[in-house]
């Protein structure tokens, strides 16, 4: 129509989807039909590439915002057509959310009660993304424990505890572990106190004491064994017993807690001997020569048997007698010494002495008196009775013998280089010696100072060298000698009575 000027269509557009995808197809639809003589083109804002048609299609290679723009064109009018805008949103393509891994170690696994545990869950992981730990580490169930790669704690009681972990990713995916912590009961500990007293002797009463505690519980009970058969000797904290013999003892106690856990404690005691008692009696301490004497022994031992050594002649030699009983003569006057060694089993030994004293006895028997006739007839009178008579008892020698030898230690016993004896004129000396290497057995007359040269010599260990000094009516010396191999000799010195060759104690 003449003289009407024409306006250029304004055609909007509308595009789904409405926030495309990298990669994903985008549809562009334009509201006029764009039929002839309008001509529809498209600009997509991100590579400048023109398209005609009304719908068409395109696909965003980059995430971001573009602007998109439709031009309506209508070739009859010679007018250029403005182009309609829209923007979009071009998103990244969505990846798929990789839920996160849940792990983790206790360590140890099977903890005693008290014992610190702990807990390591480096090993969770999220593949594309951070994590939120939380730990249910008491196992009731409830995840109270904050955001800790190694939390750690204990646990009082024994029992099984199921500790878990939740992890949480970004994206809100989880997922949890369950593992299940063994804790295990402490024994109770016990300790045996040193026994008082601590040295104690068979018989006597001895208390022993235990001090005991239960890390995780409380002691339930006591048990004692002091014989090595078994625990029924006590059950209580403390035991009080005694040991009927001597020597070495281990005493145990065992205790048992709340959960019949046990433990136990050794003390290795030493039980003391008693010693023997004795006592000696005589049937007579003021005998004569040649009187019967029997001594009686009352001996016992607390714990165990005891054996009998009599010296009867008081030489210092306990080899007389071995039974409770010994009887015995004495040949010469003078106070002689018993003594009688009582030793029990465990070679606990006690002495003890009974001293007698010798008389001398002479009988002097008074003549028959026959008186003449009286009346014609003889009257023959009794005899008078039997009377002792005591003499004196014999005296030392004097000057008292001295005998001296003086030498020196050797590899196989000792070599003497100086044997003297002094004795009173008139005293015979005889010497004699028992072992290898001994010089015959000699006597001679003394006269002073005697030295005996066949003595000084190399003896060995074992040789005994025996010395007699002897006069009539005198109680005389004697010496004994017995070489020793690394040791000075010993010498043993006694008396020699009137008459008798037995060495026994001097008066």
């Not at 304004?10 to 764009?34: H, I, L, M, R, W």
């Amino acid at each position: 129509m003449a003289g009407v000027a024409l306006a250029e269509p304004k055609p909007d557009f509308s595009f789904s989807p409405e926030s495309p995808t990298v990669g994903q197809t985008v549809t562009f639809t334009a509201d006029d039909p764009c039929d002839p003589p309008v001509v529809c083109t498209w600009q997509f804002g991100d590579d400048g590439v023109a398209e005609p048609g009304r719908i068409v299609t395109h696909a965003y290679s980059a995430p971001g915002r573009v602007t998109a723009t439709l031009t309506a064109d209508d070739l009859d009018d010679g007018i250029d057509a403005t182009p309609i805008p829209r923007t979009i949103d071009v998103l990244p393509v969505a990846v798929p959310n990789s839920p996160p891994v849940a792990a983790f170690s206790a360590t140890p696994s099977a903890p005693s009660t008290g014992e610190i545990v702990q807990f390591d869950s480096s090993a969770s992981s999220d593949p594309d993304g951070a994590l939120i730990r939380e730990w249910d580490l008491d196992g009731n169930g409830s995840f109270e424990t904050g955001d800790l790669v190694k939390p750690f704690r204990s646990y009082a009681d024994d029992g099984t505890v199921t500790v878990s972990l939740r992890v949480t990713d970004e994206d809100g995916a989880s997922d949890a572990e369950i593992v299940p912590v063994r804790v295990v009961n402490q024994p109770p500990e016990v300790f045996i106190e040193p026994a008082e007293p601590s040295a104690p002797l068979s018989g006597q009463p001895v208390t022993f004491a235990a001090t005991a505690r239960d890390p995780d519980g409380a002691i339930k009970g006591y048990a004692w064994d002091v014989d090595g058969d078994g625990f029924d000797d006590g059950t209580g904290p403390t035991l009080t017993t005694n040991f009927a013999r001597p020597g070495d003892e281990d005493v145990r106690v065992r205790v048992t807690d709340d959960d019949d856990a046990t433990g136990q404690d050794v003390l290795h005691i030493t039980i003391g001997n008693r010693s023997p008692t004795a006592t000696v009696s005589a049937s007579t301490t003021t005998p004569l020569t040649g009187d019967v004497v029997t001594f009686t022994s009352d001996a016992s031992d607390p714990d165990g048997q005891v054996t009998y050594a009599w010296d009867l002649d008081g030489d210092g030699d306990l080899d007389d007698g071995t039974g409770p009983t010994a009887a015995t003569t004495f040949a010469v006057p003078g106070r002689i010494v018993v003594r009688l060694r009582v030793t029990d089993d465990d070679a606990a030994s006690v002495t003890v002495e009974q001293e007698v004293a010798v008389q001398a006895s002479q009988v002097a028997q008074a003549p028959m008196t026959l008186l003449g006739p009286a009346g014609g007839l003889p009257v023959l009178l009794p005899a008078a009775p039997l009377t002792p008579v005591v003499l004196a008892a014999p005296r030392l020698l004097t000057p008292f013998p001295v005998v001296r030898f003086a030498g020196a230690l050797s590899a196989r016993g000792a070599r003497l280089t100086l044997f003297t004896v002094r004795a009173p004129k008139g005293a015979r000396i005889a010497a004699s010696c028992r072992g290898p290497g001994c010089p015959p057995a000699r006597a001679v007359r003394a006269a002073g100072l005697k030295r005996l040269p066949a003595l000084q010599r190399a003896y060995r260990a074992g040789v005994r060298i025996e010395v007699r000094i002897m006069k009539p009516n005198r109680i005389g010396k004697y010496v004994r000698i017995t070489i020793r191999k690394g040791a000075a000799p010993a010498r043993k010195d006694a008396c020699l009575w009137p008459g008798s060759r037995a060495p026994r104690a001097c008066p």
